[in-house]
């Protein structure tokens, strides 16, 4: 029989673990499916990049026309978000997911048939006009299923998803394309995404048509104060400086992530590295990217449950995220490869608590009815200027083969984002719609 404890000895409160079990946990799986949809998104779109140096040499294509099949990418991808995002607010998250996931599954496996870098370019415009509904989906379900104290962590769970897909994308890929021919690479990415489909349409409603959901926890999401249903028009939110706040601070720091994502494995292959090689340092790097995300979001609720004010707690940690990213300018300056890998490591880091901290002051300016519409509006601005960033790159790097201004930007860029975030939103206040 165990002794009773020491008098005096404080016994463990019951309370917390009490409440987590009434409230109810289901919409912390409705995060995971959230987390492994943007998994498989990033799972399809690193291909690419990962087998750049190898097709470079099969397909026969430049510098530039590498950049120019990644800005057909971007230019599909800024023009189907800003329209997913509003589709999605018509026809409700779990039907414009579904249908977002059918046409980004079968562009992938459309990589598989072409032979020209015209047929990639093609093939890339596909994807990205149907990977484009994933954030705009992915965030209004966070909005749907989640508290506001919540939402930051959610966000920065289900964006760690970006990285889990960078990682795989390095580690699998290679020995795909080794072992079958580069070609089943891209099929077997277009088949991941139609599991993950099965998955979702048996797992997702909203909260209160949802069978596993305790009225317990139902009347936690529902915690915050309630906002009106009027619709609200685009011309509407355009013209609102908060929806232009999170759009620049986007078009500022996202080209930067494509950068990463697209010319990476080129860096590395101009290393010395083989595709056989670049796996584990692409690892290392996109590992480092997911625990920024989750500690993004984490920092930014710890600092909300401490009373902190939301502004300050979200600028506080876009200003640790920007400064963070600042070291990546180094990285054309160092001679050692685990160096070099540091640093960018470092910046990936930064860029996903960066983003996951953006993404989530869309719900804190904006009701749940327009979430995916801002979105939308601030990922085809960000698009756009990866699509110009894509097409300088390839250009800057066929014209001096040198990476050392490209590394200077994306050092900086997260800086001036935040700038132009704080002069058009110095409050973080609601939209008045």
Same mark, same amino acid.
């Given at each position: 029989?165990?002794?009773?404890?020491?008098?005096?000895?404080?016994?463990?409160?019951?309370?917390?673990?009490?409440?987590?079990?009434?409230?109810?946990?289901?919409?912390?799986?409705?995060?995971?499916?959230l987390f492994f949809a943007t998994t498989v998104n990033y799972l399809d779109r690193q291909?690419?990049?990962?087998?750049?140096?190898?097709?470079?040499?099969?397909?026969?294509?430049?510098?530039?026309?590498?950049?120019?099949?990644?800005?057909?990418?971007?230019?599909?991808?800024?023009?189907?978000?800003?329209? @997913?995002?509003?589709?999605?607010?018509?026809?409700?998250?779990?039907?414009?997911?579904?249908?977002?996931?059918?046409?980004?599954?079968?562009?992938?496996?459309?990589?598989?048939?072409?032979?020209?870098?015209?047929?990639?370019?093609?093939?890339?415009?596909?994807?990205?006009?149907?990977?484009?509904?994933?954030?705009?989906?992915?965030?209004?379900?966070?909005?749907?299923?989640?508290?506001?104290?919540?939402?930051?962590?959610?966000?920065?769970?289900?964006?760690?998803?970006?990285?889990?897909?960078?990682?795989?994308?390095?580690?699998?890929?290679?020995?795909?394309?080794?072992?079958?021919?580069?070609?089943?690479?891209?099929?077997?990415?277009?088949?991941?995404?139609?599991?993950?489909?099965?998955?979702?349409?048996?797992?997702?409603?909203?909260?209160?048509?949802?069978?596993?959901?305790?009225?317990?926890?139902?009347?936690?999401?529902?915690?915050?104060?309630?906002?009106?249903?009027?619709?609200?028009?685009?011309?509407?939110?355009?013209?609102?400086?908060?929806?232009?706040?999170?759009?620049?601070?986007?078009?500022?720091?996202?080209?930067?992530?494509?950068?990463?994502?697209?010319?990476?494995?080129?860096?590395? @292959?101009?290393?010395?590295?083989?595709?056989?090689?670049?796996?584990?340092?692409?690892?290392?790097?996109?590992?480092?990217?997911?625990?920024?995300?989750?500690?993004?979001?984490?920092?930014?609720?710890?600092?909300?449950?401490?009373?902190?004010?939301?502004?300050?707690?979200?600028?506080?940690?876009?200003?640790?995220?920007?400064?963070?990213?600042?070291?990546?300018?180094?990285?054309?300056?160092?001679?050692?490869?685990?160096?070099?890998?540091?640093?960018?490591?470092?910046?990936?880091?930064?860029?996903?608590?960066?983003?996951?901290?953006?993404?989530?002051?869309?719900?804190?300016?904006?009701?749940?009815?327009?979430?995916?519409?801002?979105?939308?509006?601030?990922?085809?601005?960000?698009?756009?200027?990866?699509?110009?960033t894509a097409s300088l790159a390839g250009t800057v790097l066929q014209r001096t083969g040198?990476?050392?201004?490209?590394?200077?930007?994306?050092?900086?860029?997260?800086?001036?984002?935040?700038?132009?975030?704080?002069?058009?939103?110095?409050?973080?206040?609601?939209?008045?719609?």
């Open positions: 029989m165990n002794a009773p404890p020491p008098a005096g000895t404080a016994l463990p409160d019951p309370e917390p673990i009490r409440a987590l079990t009434l409230i109810g946990q289901y919409r912390w799986r409705i995060c995971a499916l291909v690419l990049g990962i087998l750049a140096p190898v097709l470079q040499k099969s397909i026969g294509w430049n510098e530039a026309q590498y950049g120019y099949i990644v800005t057909a990418f971007q230019a599909a991808y800024g023009i189907s978000i800003l329209v @997913s995002g509003r589709i999605i607010d018509l026809v409700g998250t779990r039907k414009g997911y579904s249908i977002s996931v059918v046409i980004w599954g079968l562009a992938s496996m459309a990589h598989s048939l072409v032979r020209t870098p015209f047929g990639f370019g093609v093939a890339r415009f596909a994807l990205g006009i149907g990977e484009a509904g994933n954030f705009p989906a992915a965030i209004k379900a966070v909005a749907e299923w989640f508290p506001r104290k919540e939402r930051a962590l959610a966000v920065g769970i289900f964006n760690a998803g970006t990285n889990c897909g960078a990682v795989l994308a390095p580690l699998a890929i290679p020995w795909i394309a080794l072992s079958f021919g580069w070609r089943a690479a891209f099929l077997f990415t277009g088949l991941t995404d139609f599991i993950w489909l099965m998955f979702w349409l048996r797992m997702y409603r909203k909260p209160a048509e949802h069978p596993k959901v305790s009225p317990e926890e139902l009347a936690y999401i529902r915690s915050d104060p309630p906002t009106k249903e009027a619709p609200v028009p685009m011309s509407l939110l355009l013209r609102k400086p908060q929806t232009w706040a999170y759009s620049l601070a986007k078009m500022l720091s996202d080209p930067v992530w494509w950068f990463y994502l697209f010319w990476l494995p080129k860096f590395f @292959s101009m290393k010395g590295l083989s595709l056989s090689h670049l796996g584990i340092p692409l690892a290392v790097v996109y590992v480092a990217s997911s625990f920024g995300s989750v500690a993004g979001g984490w920092l930014s609720s710890f600092l909300l449950k401490r009373n902190w004010s939301v502004n300050r707690a979200r600028k506080t940690t876009l200003l640790l995220c920007a400064c963070l990213a600042v070291p990546a300018v180094l990285v054309p300056h160092v001679n050692n490869l685990w160096v070099a890998v540091a640093l960018i490591s470092l910046a990936t880091c930064a860029h996903q608590g960066w983003s996951a901290n953006l993404f989530t002051t869309v719900s804190d300016m904006f009701p749940q009815r327009t979430v995916a519409s801002v979105v939308g509006i601030g990922g085809t601005v960000s698009a756009v200027a990866a699509m110009l040198s990476y050392h201004s490209l590394f200077f930007s994306a050092g900086v860029a997260y800086l001036v984002a935040l700038s132009a975030f704080q002069l058009l939103a110095p409050k973080l206040s609601p939209a008045e719609l």
